[in-house]
């Protein structure tokens, strides 16, 4: 089982597609490190008790970022959980940080859009792009080995970054990770900016030619480029504004979500209408009874978000 926790709003950085960009106003929550700690000791009583692997995923913001994460991260490693971050890199220059991340995660993703010239002001960090090659390529010399800990690079892909793609995955191939992957343009509550940067359906096209061979390139070059055809029909499907339904997505049976007030999910878009409160849950039944709760919510009131699935695990973005 994956879980996904958005730990944290916090972010220091101002993309303009992302709603926990610095410059927006509003307060910004983050979940309190008793109830990460509380709820990942049932995760890990989950685990022993089904055989099944649980990878605990923090999101944010920026996870990095927040505060309890030092003091959490070895604890929830004594669990016996897996673990895993998405960052936007910022951190990585800290050398206590990458200690640990090595001593204690499995999985690190990396923010990475472009070349300077674009994923710098994209991102609001001067300087970031070189930035992320040192820190990605100090991870990549100080694990000891490639299992240790999983190196992963995420692209968001937009019109003006995709004819750099290919270049792009062969200068992150040289940096050490293991794995790229990619998704197009969300952002979809962000109208002064989706419209005009989303992929047309010519670009999921071009997208569509250039995978099969990027993919067989990467490869010889020892790194994976994931998602594969399901998935670039799904980013074809939404640049051509055709809803998919997520009927086979067996709600929480392999993937939660969780967001930062607390409320469980079968994933980020449907946490409004199926949500439980995480601390409701108070043993290994009650995560067992899940995806016949989330099943019985959709049949009695199913949200929209269902019959035009977004979700990027359903459609196998990491195979």
Not at 52 to 77: D, F, M, N, Q, Y
Not at 109 to 114: A, L, M, Q
Not at 200 to 207: K, M
Request: net charge positive; glycine share 8%; with cysteine.
């Amino acid at each position: 089982m994956i879980v996904v926790w958005r730990i944290t709003q916090r972010c220091n950085l101002s993309c303009p597609f992302c709603e926990w960009d610095r410059r927006l106003p509003g307060e910004r929550t983050e979940v309190a490190a008793d109830q990460a700690l509380r709820f990942a000791t049932l995760l890990a009583d989950y685990q022993r008790e089904t055989a099944e692997p649980v990878l605990l995923s923090w999101l944010g913001g920026e996870p990095t970022l927040w505060p309890p994460l030092h003091a959490l991260a070895p604890r929830i490693k004594d669990l016996g959980l897996s673990q895993s971050t998405t960052t936007n890199g910022t951190t990585l220059a800290s050398p206590r940080l990458r200690a640990l991340l090595l001593r204690n995660f499995s999985e690190l993703t990396v923010s990475v859009d472009g070349f300077a010239g674009f994923h710098d002001p994209m991102r609001g960090w001067s300087g970031g792009f070189d930035r992320l090659r040192e820190g990605i390529g100090a991870l990549a010399a100080e694990r000891a080995s490639r299992a240790a800990l999983k190196l992963r690079v995420n692209v968001v892909l937009m019109r003006r970054n995709l004819g750099d793609f290919a270049a792009l995955c062969d200068t992150l191939a040289g940096w050490g990770v293991d794995e790229i992957t990619f998704n197009a343009l969300g952002g979809r509550d962000r109208p002064e900016f989706f419209p005009d940067n989303a992929l047309r359906p010519r670009d999921t096209e071009a997208l569509a030619r250039l995978v099969p061979p990027l993919r067989e390139r990467l490869a010889a070059a020892g790194v994976r480029l994931c998602g594969g055809n399901d998935y670039v029909m799904r980013i074809d499907a939404s640049a051509r504004r055709q809803q998919l339904a997520g009927d086979e997505c067996a709600p929480g049976r392999q993937f939660l979500f969780i967001d930062e007030r607390g409320r469980v999910a079968p994933c980020d878009f449907t946490v409004a209408g199926y949500g439980v409160q995480v601390d409701t849950l108070r043993g290994v039944e009650c995560l067992r009874a899940l995806p016949a709760r989330f099943a019985e919510s959709r049949y009695r009131a199913r949200m929209a978000a269902c019959d035009d699935c977004r979700s990027t695990q359903v459609f196998s973005k990491f195979h």
